[in-house]
């Protein structure tokens, strides 16, 4: 199974931009759909984005549609996740997770995931 690992969160301040990374090791990762999620302190984890292996499809969740853009390199085993107009309702750990079908927005769908990266935008 991939390993994965993110890369990229800080902190910025509100309408900045930050550009996550999620780096897979042990397996090619184009084997793999991969999504992000994020969990903020006393919430649960929420659906972020996802893209298929090839990048052919990509989805959003309601609150990061038309500001974040996921993308992935597969020759550099990557999934990219480009953040603007970051606000602090962004604020939280941000987890890249995989699975060899598509995933979709279900968290449960997906058996691989990485220690995560934290975010944290300011007012």
Not at 23 to 45: C, H, I, M
Not at 80 to 98: K, R
Request: with cysteine; aromatic share 10%.
């Amino acid at each position: 199974q991939v390993q994965l690992v993110e890369s990229g969160g800080g902190v910025v301040q509100a309408g900045g931009s930050l550009r996550l990374t999620c780096e897979g090791t042990r397996d090619f990762l184009s084997n793999y759909a991969v999504a992000w999620f994020r969990q903020a302190p006393g919430k649960e984890r929420e659906f972020v984005s996802a893209i298929a292996k090839r990048g052919e499809t990509t989805d959003y969740g309601v609150s990061t549609r038309g500001r974040f853009t996921i993308s992935r390199d597969n020759a550099k085993n990557t999934v990219n996740l480009q953040m603007d107009e970051l606000t602090p309702d962004d604020t939280a750990v941000y987890y890249c997770a995989a699975v060899r079908g598509y995933g979709h927005h279900f968290q449960e769908n997906y058996p691989n995931w990485g220690p995560g990266t934290q975010v944290t935008v300011s007012s």
